[in-house]
């Protein structure tokens, strides 16, 4: 079975510029968690979907950032506009069920730089 | 709001030690508690603990679970090189084994 596949896995942007993240779960999960992560604070949340619908999005910094599920198979975490404290790696994880207790799966990440 | 604290930030060790990190949580309906290990890429899961005293083991990774004082263990036996990494334990909690909240990592290195 793929994994979770994100792209791009590396940008590099100038700042005030959108980025669009993609993600695709793994086949089957029907959960969908975007992480990011930096050397000051770790992996947090952003935002997480179950069947396709978003159920928390108290982790989303600002209103810079959108994330949308348009099926099963994708979803994008969009930055608009970008600027250089954005600059992290942004995780996608999927799980079967997330109220179920089966564990999640994370991509390979998308690493960001926002000059 | 949920917190995971890991301890010891860094460690360093030589091939053959055994180690042990630790992992302490504050959460509300607390759901299970997870490892991964980190190399370059992205958290690769270990374990998955739901409930207390009962050890999980794979190969010489084995984690424990204390609900009641509210901290997980992991030990790694014969350290080798290829345990170098970063070892994150993370606390589900709230209405979603997904939703997630990470410690800080422990950073592990062990030279040959």
């Known amino acids: 079975d793929a994994g979770v596949i994100q792209s791009p896995r590396h940008e590099v942007t100038e700042m005030g510029q959108e980025v669009t993240l993609r993600c695709k779960p793994i086949?089957?999960?029907?959960?969908l968690f975007w992480y990011r992560q930096t050397m000051m604070r770790g992996l947090e949340l952003l935002i997480y979907?179950?069947?396709?619908?978003?159920?928390?999005d108290s982790g989303m910094p600002e209103d810079r950032f959108s994330a949308k599920m348009p099926n099963a198979s994708f979803s994008t975490l969009k930055i608009q506009p970008s600027e250089p404290r954005d600059s992290a790696v942004y995780f996608c994880?999927?799980?079967?069920?997330?109220?179920?207790?089966?564990?999640?799966?994370f991509g390979e990440g998308s690493w960001l730089t926002v000059v | 709001e949920d917190k995971v604290v890991q301890s010891p930030l860094s460690l360093v060790v030589h091939e053959g030690d055994t180690v042990t990190l630790n992992c302490s949580y504050e959460v509300t309906n607390f759901r299970s508690l997870l490892w991964y290990k980190q190399e370059k890429k992205a958290p690769t899961f270990l374990f998955m603990l739901t409930s207390s005293g009962i050890e999980k083991k794979s190969g010489r990774l084995s984690s424990i679970l204390d609900k009641k004082e509210l901290f997980s263990i992991l030990n790694i036996t014969a350290t080798q090189t290829g345990d170098s990494a970063i070892y994150l334990c993370a606390v589900a909690g709230g209405t979603s084994y997904g939703k997630l909240t990470f410690g800080q990592g422990t950073i592990l290195t062990v030279h040959p």
């Open positions: 086949s089957g999960h029907n959960s």
């Open positions: 994880a999927s799980s079967r069920d997330s109220s179920t207790g089966n564990t999640i799966y």
């Open positions: 979907f179950n069947n396709n619908v978003p159920i928390d």
